[in-house]
C-alpha cells in the first residue's frame, strides 16, 4: 500500500504565505515525478507545479513567481512554497506521484487534499 498525505494547508491572509508538504508512505521502491495540483471551488483540477527525480520543475503561468516546488527525496516528500497569495489561489490542493513499489509495479497516486483559503 502506498499512501500520499499531505499538510501545511490553512487560512491566510492576502499576501501571506503558506507551505505544503506530501509525505509518500509505503512500499515504494522509488518515485519519478512529484507534482501539486489544485481545484478551486465549482472548477476543474489544475496542475500548479511538477519536479522530477532530477528536479526540473514546471510551474503554472499563474503562480511563476510567487511558488516554490522542491522535494526530498531521502523521506520521499514533496513541497509547495506558496508566496504572495491571492484569493485566487483558494482551493484544495493535492498531491501527485509517479512512483515503482518494491514489486515494481509503476503507478500514479494523489494524495487526499488540503484546503487552502486565502481571504482578501
Known amino acids: 500500500q502506498v499512501q500520499l498525505v499531505e499538510s501545511g494547508g490553512g487560512l491566510v491572509q492576502t499576501g501571506g504565505s503558506l507551505r505544503l508538504s506530501c509525505a509518500a508512505s509505503?512500499?515504494?521502491?522509488?518515485?519519478?515525478?512529484m507534482g501539486w495540483y489544485r481545484q478551486p471551488p465549482g472548477q476543474q483540477r489544475e496542475l500548479v507545479a511538477q519536479i522530477t527525480s532530477d528536479f526540473s520543475t514546471n510551474y503554472a503561468d499563474s503562480v511563476k513567481g510567487r511558488f516554490t516546488i522542491s522535494r526530498d527525496n531521502a523521506k520521499n516528500t514533496v513541497y509547495l512554497q506558496m508566496n504572495s497569495l491571492k484569493p485566487e489561489d483558494t482551493a484544495v490542493y493535492y498531491c501527485?506521484?509517479?512512483?515503482?513499489?518494491?514489486?515494481?509495479?509503476?503507478?500514479?497516486?494523489w494524495g487526499q487534499g488540503t484546503q487552502v483559503t486565502v481571504s482578501s
Open positions: 501527485n506521484a509517479d512512483l515503482a513499489t518494491m514489486s515494481y509495479d509503476i503507478d500514479n497516486y
Open positions: 509505503g512500499s515504494i521502491f522509488t518515485i519519478y515525478d
